[in-house]
């Protein structure tokens, strides 16, 4: 008997999660998913942001603001953009901080401000590196 509950359970969960690719918002997700699979990155954010803007309610929002902000930072998107990134994952932990994907958008998020203090960080030494090299030619 709870062999079959749970066989049903299951059946019942792929069920609605397949009902979510069926609506069109699902397909627009799906589409961009494919988009970003394919290494189509700007394709991808621009359709990830089309899923936000029109359905600004949807649960599928959620997934897309995520997915934005990871396309956005991911290491082979040539248009890479840390620092947008960091804000569409501040913006995903602002709106759904209870997500699923909150503690992996933390973990980007951290990262991606690691990042940000680093080059801040190497672009004080290159300018202390300069002064000291005109103080240098000065003697």
Same mark, same amino acid.
């Given at each position: /008997?709870? =062999?079959?509950?749970?066989? !049903? *359970? #299951?059946?019942? /969960?792929? =069920?609605?999660?397949?009902? !979510? *690719? #069926?609506?069109?918002?699902g397909r627009e997700?799906?589409? !961009?998913?494919?988009?970003?699979?394919?290494?189509?990155?700007?394709?991808a954010a621009a359709s990830y942001r089309r899923v936000i803007?029109?359905?600004?309610?949807?649960?599928?929002?959620?997934?897309?603001?995520f997915n934005?902000?990871?396309?956005?930072a991911w290491h082979d998107n040539p248009q890479r953009d840390y620092a947008a990134a960091f804000l569409?994952?501040?913006e995903f932990l602002r709106l759904y901080p209870d997500h699923a994907l909150a503690p992996e958008a933390r973990n980007w998020r951290l990262v991606?401000?690691?990042v940000d203090d680093l080059k801040k960080s190497l672009d004080?030494?290159?300018k202390l590196d300069i002064k000291?090299?005109?103080?240098?030619?000065?003697?």
């Open positions: /008997m709870n =062999l079959s509950r749970a066989l !049903a *359970a #299951l059946c019942a /969960m792929l =069920l609605l999660s397949s009902c !979510a *690719a #069926l609506t069109p918002t997700l799906r589409e !961009a998913d494919g988009q970003f699979q394919d290494r189509k990155y700007g394709d803007r029109e359905n600004s309610s949807s649960t599928s929002t959620a997934e897309a603001r934005l902000a990871r396309t956005l569409e994952f501040d991606l401000k690691t004080q030494l290159k000291h090299e005109e103080r240098r030619k000065r003697r």
